[in-house]
């Protein structure tokens, strides 16, 4: 994983150094799609909405934000798919710059009848305890 982070970070123009990430704002959280195949009754899903959050400064994935199975409620790391980990690190470099010059704005969705997700499968909203799901506040 690092080295695709090392890689997006040095196909910027110019190249994004980890020594001139600004401290503030070196932990990206970003989503796209993911896939998952439990490990305890062997069901799977995919999803549009699985979570990194990366350390631009170290170069790293610090947390991988896991998905309960829908059938035994066991934890499970989400597969993100070579392509989409470039296009996730490179949102999270978006990100990273509109933080800089100000032009961040996140895009609020309301609730639906049908939300994208059920928040008790999900880790990022706390399974179910956050006060607003994960998918309230995206950016593109």
Known sequence: MAYIIREVM???????RPKDIEWKYRMQSTYGPGYA????CNNS???????????LKQRRVVK????????CQTPNRMRIRKDDLYMMIEMAIDKYYALIDGTF???RLRPTDSDPHDMKLCERCRYGEA?????????Y
């Not at 899903?45 to 350390?55: A, F, H, I, M, R």
């Not at 006060?131 to 950016?139: D, I, R, T």
């Open 45 to 55: 899903w995919g999803t549009q909405l699985c979570w990194l959050t990366v350390n």
């Open 10 to 16: 040095d196909n910027e123009d110019p190249p994004l």
């Open 64 to 71: 991988w934000w896991q998905q309960k199975c829908k059938k």
């Open 131 to 139: 006060e607003q799901p994960c998918w309230m506040n995206l950016w």
């Open 37 to 40: 195949r439990c490990t305890n």
């Open 105 to 107: 704005r996140k895009r």
